[in-house]
């Protein structure tokens, strides 16, 4: 039973630039949650995707965005890269988009902005 | 606004003892916990859940326990183990959203 997986599993960029990060879900999960993670802090909320669309968005400006493919993967796409965007960035899968359905997390990707 | 926070930043147990780990919540809407394990470069791990229709739900050598007139969870481990060290997470779901918020996390150090 695959579990989720993210690529890269390090990224460095520099200020300005674009990034974008990938995510499969839990084999037979159809939905997915992306979390950012500074250093010392839990997870913060970005965004979820459920068939291919965004249900819900936390409080993260438009430089962030994302898709759903029809085989539930998922991208994380971060515009105009900060200093402050460096963070270990989360992907989570659940079946269904029910406030009760357990999120499973990826091993994440960590991006570094110089 | 809703928040989840931990007492405790840092708990050192000696192995075999029992660990108790505490969380408050101040939104009380919400109605699904979760606890997580993270390990140093790791996605959290899935530990146990409890609805808020529940006070007590027991695990593999885990137990949560839910008290929601002081909005409060905590986290148990029994017998722990050197393979226990990571940190903790609890987190909540709000009534109208499936958007997890965590808190900052208990860091657990298991001695020899």
């Known amino acids: 039973d695959a579990g989720v997986t993210q690529s890269p599993t390090h990224l460095i960029k520099t200020r300005g630039q674009q990034v974008t990060l990938r995510c499969s879900p839990k084999s037979g999960h159809d939905t997915v949650s992306w979390y950012q993670?500074?250093?010392?802090?839990g997870p913060q909320f970005i965004f979820q995707y459920y068939e291919e669309?965004?249900?819900?968005?936390?409080?993260?400006?438009?430089?962030?965005?994302?898709?759903?493919?029809?085989?539930?993967?998922?991208?994380?796409?971060?515009?105009?890269?900060?200093l402050g965007d460096s963070a270990l960035y989360l992907c989570a899968s659940s079946l269904g988009a029910g406030i009760q359905e357990t999120q499973y997390f990826g091993?994440?990707?960590?991006?570094?902005?110089? | 606004?809703?928040?989840?926070?931990?007492?405790?930043?840092?708990?050192?147990?000696?192995?075999?003892?029992?660990?108790?780990?505490?969380?408050?919540?101040?939104?009380?809407?919400?109605?699904?916990?979760?606890?997580?394990?993270?390990?140093?470069?790791?996605?959290?791990?899935f530990i146990i859940d409890i609805r808020s229709n529940m006070d007590k739900r027991q695990g593999q050598r885990v137990t949560v326990l839910l008290n929601k007139?002081?909005?409060?969870?905590?986290?148990?481990?029994?017998?722990t183990q050197p393979?226990?060290?990571a940190v903790y997470f609890c987190a909540?779901?709000?009534?109208?959203?499936?958007?997890?918020?965590?808190?900052?996390?208990?860091r657990l150090q298991v001695t020899l």
């Open chain 1, 37 to 41: 993670q500074a250093l010392g802090q």
């Open chain 1, 53 to 82: 669309e965004e249900r819900q968005r936390g409080n993260f400006p438009d430089r962030f965005s994302g898709h759903q493919f029809p085989n539930y993967s998922s991208e994380l796409n971060v515009n105009a890269l900060l």
């Open chain 1, 107 to 114: 091993p994440g990707t960590r991006l570094l902005v110089l």
């Open chain 2, 1 to 45: 606004g809703e928040s989840v926070g931990l007492h405790l930043p840092t708990l050192s147990v000696q192995e075999g003892d029992n660990s108790i780990i505490n969380c408050a919540y101040s939104n009380s809407a919400s109605d699904y916990f979760i606890w997580y394990k993270q390990e140093s470069g790791k996605g959290p791990q």
């Open chain 2, 69 to 79: 007139t002081v909005k409060h969870l905590s986290l148990q481990i029994a017998a």
């Open chain 2, 83 to 85: 393979g226990d060290s």
């Open chain 2, 92 to 106: 909540e779901n709000t009534g109208t959203a499936s958007k997890l918020t965590f808190g900052t996390g208990t």
